[in-house]
């Protein structure tokens, strides 16, 4: 049976979801107008004002705002709402350059954790769970979004955070932890130490698992449910709108439907910034009609995905986005092609290793390299050489075929890559250090 938090929200006719995004588009760019200077200079540069924008058919017209401009605005130049009325931030874990740091009126939290309750509920949450949140928490969205959204839920909470694997696993049997929030590498990385502590699936009181905050493959999915013996829920969402919850999978999963009463969704193509049409697949861009202290309008996410509006049998009515096929900005360009790591995770997992590995990118003599280093199971672990060295040549014409370009692998022992506790690494480009 579908459960729903919000049932006259999610189910929705499409006519009432457009009705909501006219109105709430209208109120927003007014609100923006009157309060975020810095936006209303980019309007009146395009000409515009708000009587332009007179429904969500209008959106086109307004700029787009990218990440650079959340670091020129850094900290306050993109607030809506005095820092009075602000009752918290939260900010990106970006490795370069200014944090984005994103700031929450109460209503902005509530609104923000209705979100996640409806992703825990679609993962079929009910009061009588246990629900554990292994996500970070602090700086990071992932564990103070689950968290609000568990308690709205009304599931006990067991806020462990991440790390600490061993007591992870403790509380879960000792808890009776029966949904499980955290990055799908974390997720990975508590399934294979349960099963070195010997625990079999049917030990595991867990039922469903919420994973999100990084790429994770259909094979990876696979690879935990079996594992944790769970159904492993698909949820995304960024600071910069939130946190997690802005999409997130039913028990249909093709697709995260998109939460439309709070962000419109579009597509465009990332060189030319044109809106692209339902289907096609392009750079993901929100707009957020409801939040207060943070309100962007049309902001790039420089995800690439593609949208859907297809009915969805679990009832929702709100558009569902593909998992994202990588960011604009994780692109590698080796020798002058272009690579997605998720390709060459793809190869990786569907020739049955691990989603332990990671990618090596040098320059030497000015020829790029790409080395990938990859676990094996203990299943295939052998010290034979002539084994080891056909494994390394399948997998290298696998990843030839693929990408178009010819990359080294090196076979390591089991537990040789550092396991992640929040967001995996998986590419190293030396080229940049
Ligand atoms: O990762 C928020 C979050 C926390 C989402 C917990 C889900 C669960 P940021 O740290 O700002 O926020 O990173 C946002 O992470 O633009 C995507 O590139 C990526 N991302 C998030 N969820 C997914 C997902 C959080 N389910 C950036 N699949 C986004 C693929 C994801 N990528």
Request: one cysteine or more; hydrophobic letters at 35%; aromatic letters at 8%.
């Amino acid at each position: 049976m579908e459960r729903y938090y919000q049932p006259e929200i999610e189910c929705a006719s499409r006519e009432q979801i457009k009705a909501w995004q006219d109105e709430r588009l209208v109120k927003q760019v007014q609100h923006v107008w009157d309060n975020v200077p810095y936006y209303r200079k980019k309007m009146e540069e395009k000409g515009l004002t708000p009587a332009d924008i007179k429904s969500s058919d209008d959106l086109y017209k307004l700029p787009f705002l990218t990440k650079d401009d959340l670091r020129q605005a850094y900290p306050y130049g993109l607030m809506g709402k005095p820092l009075k009325d602000c009752v918290r931030i939260q900010s990106t874990s970006g490795t370069t350059g200014k944090r984005v740091v994103a700031f929450y009126t109460q209503h902005d939290i509530d609104l923000w954790e209705d979100c996640c309750a409806r992703a825990i509920m679609a993962a079929g949450g009910t009061d009588e769970d246990v629900c554990q949140v292994s996500y970070g928490y602090g700086l990071f969205t992932g564990g103070p979004g689950l968290n609000g959204g568990s308690h709205k839920v009304g599931c006990l909470t067991i806020p462990t955070s991440s790390g600490n694997t061993e007591r992870q696993i403790m509380f879960i049997q000792d808890l009776s932890a029966t949904i499980l929030c955290c990055t799908p590498s974390y997720a990975a990385y508590i399934g294979e130490t349960m099963k070195e502590m010997g625990l079999t699936p049917d030990q595991i009181p867990l039922k469903a698992g919420i994973f999100g905050a990084e790429a994770w493959s259909e094979e990876m999915r696979q690879d935990i449910q079996n594992t944790l013996g769970i159904k492993a829920y698909d949820i995304y969402g960024l600071t910069e709108l939130s946190g997690p919850g802005v999409s997130f999978e039913c028990s249909e999963q093709t697709g995260m439907h998109i939460n439309e009463d709070h962000f419109i969704a579009e597509i465009i193509d990332p060189v030319t910034g044109e809106v692209l049409p339902e289907g096609a697949k392009g750079e993901l861009v929100f707009t957020s009609i409801t939040k207060e202290a943070f309100p962007l309008l049309r902001y790039r996410t420089r995800d690439i995905c593609t949208l859907s509006r297809k009915p969805c049998s679990c009832g929702r009515t709100h558009v569902r986005m593909s998992k994202p096929m990588g960011r604009s900005d994780d692109m590698l360009i080796i020798r002058g092609v272009n690579v997605f790591p998720s390709q060459i995770e793809a190869v990786l997992l569907n020739a049955g290793y691990p989603a332990n590995y990671q990618i090596i990118i040098d320059r030497v003599k000015s020829t790029d390299t790409l080395d990938v280093q990859v676990e094996m199971t203990p299943e295939m672990f052998t010290d034979n050489m002539g084994e080891i060295k056909k494994r390394q040549s399948e997998l290298e014409a696998g990843l030839r075929s693929m990408l178009g370009i010819s990359a080294r692998v090196v076979l390591v022992a089991p537990k040789t890559i550092t396991r992640s506790e929040g967001k995996a690494v998986r590419v190293i480009d030396k080229r940049k250090i």
